[in-house]
Nanobody
Framework: VQLQASGGGLVQAGGSLRLSCAVS????????IGWFRQAPGKEREGVSC????????SYVDSVKGRFTLSRDSAKNTVYLQMTSLKPEDTAVYYC???????????????????WGAGTLVTVSS
């Protein structure tokens, strides 16, 4: 099981980025897929998660209306489109997979079974 996140970078406040997570070793239909982030000095938090086979998608309140999670099953890739970025979105973003289903919010970080290396998103003011 491998998850490879990419697409991070430096962007000005108000800008956009699209993160990609290429999944190998399993099908997107087998696991809950989630984007988590960790800002300096803060705990990891679930940003957006989607159940296996699509369907229920959750967003943390701070990104609702600005971030969109999508998946391309043919490419076994999950995306996180981020718009209207704010300095407080600065963090390392991780692509994760787990068996716990999304119920209103992302599972806890400890409940996600597989983590990829993160990609750094820096939003300047």
């Amino acid at each position: 099981v491998q998850l490879q996140a990419s697409g991070g970078g430096l962007v000005q406040a108000g800008g956009s980025l699209r993160l990609s997570c290429a999944v190998s070793g399993f099908s997107l239909n087998a696991y809950t897929i989630g984007w988590f982030r960790q800002a300096p000095g803060k705990e990891r938090e679930g940003v957006s998660c989607i159940n296996s086979r699509g369907g229920t998608t959750s967003y943390v309140d701070s990104v609702k209306g600005r971030f969109t999670l999508s998946r391309d099953s043919a490419k076994n890739t999950v995306y996180l489109q981020m718009t209207s970025l704010k300095p407080e979105d600065t963090a390392v973003y991780y692509c994760t997979a787990g068996w716990r289903r999304v119920v209103g919010a992302c599972p806890r970080p400890d409940d996600m079974n597989y983590w990829g290396a993160g990609t750094l998103v820096t939003v300047s003011s």
